[in-house]
């Protein structure tokens, strides 16, 4: 039995958009359904919980006021706010939250805010914030798949390697790279190099069964072998990897792995057929980020 999970990467609160346009998809997590979903599993979690990808106006204002209120009913979870730098409204609210002392993570969503990581890393707004306050930043990393599938009209530099040169540009500032990186070789590669880093895992079980126009979107085109692998053989490859076993992370993007019959206790299964050792499971689990934010660092 799994005794601890760090889950860092857990959508909390409403998806703007998916609840006006694809309401039979979940899109909304109260934390109430993960919660007992967790104790059932688990005798002992945290959760970092962090706004949907979309918001009105891309302010993530009311976004992220929920997710301070679920903090604060929630004693388990840990704040993670939506940062867009395109947005006066939300720079202004993070910026009093950071004062306060109340945030230390923020997360930015290139893809669904239209952002590009070349420009964040000359931004005026990330270089005020990483230069005033202790934050760390989770990245939405893309596939690179995304005008393909018509997920945009034009790409961005959002994808795998755009990510890690960001990280590269800044080595002082701590990095979640989500989505395993889309499992892309290249930038797999490059991550092993970085101290600043780790990769969440969430989203991997979308991996081989996320298809749009006909193509298998989970993973960049340079995944390899690894794209034709299952998902709990991907984590169990990674993890023997000496480069990344003490980066990877656990993360589930709940409630979205819903979408494919993927609620936390099957998040949790396919880590159990991983087949990892203990010490290896225990890393990815919880040990790696506890070692990553060492006390007093977030």
């Known amino acids: 039995m799994i005794d601890r999970f760090i889950d860092a990467h857990c959508l909390a609160g409403v998806d703007d958009w998916l609840s006006k346009n694809k309401t039979e998809l979940a899109h909304r997590n109260f934390l109430d359904e993960y919660y007992e979903e967790a104790v059932q599993e688990v005798r002992e979690f945290r959760s970092l919980i962090m706004p949907f990808p979309s918001s009105e ?34 720079f202004a609210d993070l910026c009093q939250r950071l004062e306060k002392g109340s945030a230390g993570g923020l997360v930015v969503w290139p893809i669904v805010c239209d952002l590009d990581l070349f420009d964040l890393a000359e931004n005026e707004k990330f270089l005020y914030l990483i230069s005033k306050y202790p934050c760390w930043f989770t990245i939405h990393v893309g596939a690179g798949n995304e005008a393909a599938i018509h997920r945009v009209s034009s790409l961005r530099r959002y994808c795998p390697e755009d990510a890690i040169c960001l990280a590269e540009a800044f080595p002082h500032v701590k990095f979640n790279l989500s989505h395993l990186l889309r499992i892309s070789g290249k930038a797999l590669e490059k991550a092993e190099k970085l101290d600043n880093i780790i990769i969440d895992i969430s989203g991997i079980s979308t991996h081989l069964r996320w298809y749009e126009y006909g193509k298998n979107v989970f993973p960049a085109d340079d995944a390899g072998d690894l794209a034709e692998m299952e998902s709990a053989k991907v984590i169990h490859t990674l993890m023997n990897r000496p480069g990344l076993c003490n980066k990877l992370v656990f993360g589930t993007q709940y409630p979205f792995g819903k979408w494919y019959g993927f609620g936390l206790g099957r998040e949790l299964e396919m880590i159990r057929k991983a087949d990892l050792t203990k010490e ?18 977030r």
């Open 57 to 90: 106006n891309g302010s993530f204002i009311k976004e992220n006021a929920m997710i301070e209120q679920l903090h604060r009913q929630f004693p388990w979870t840990e704040p993670v706010y939506a940062f867009n730098y395109k947005s006066e409204e939300n």
């Open 280 to 297: 290896k499971q225990e890393k990815l689990l919880y040990l790696n980020f506890e070692t990553f934010f060492q006390k007093g660092d």
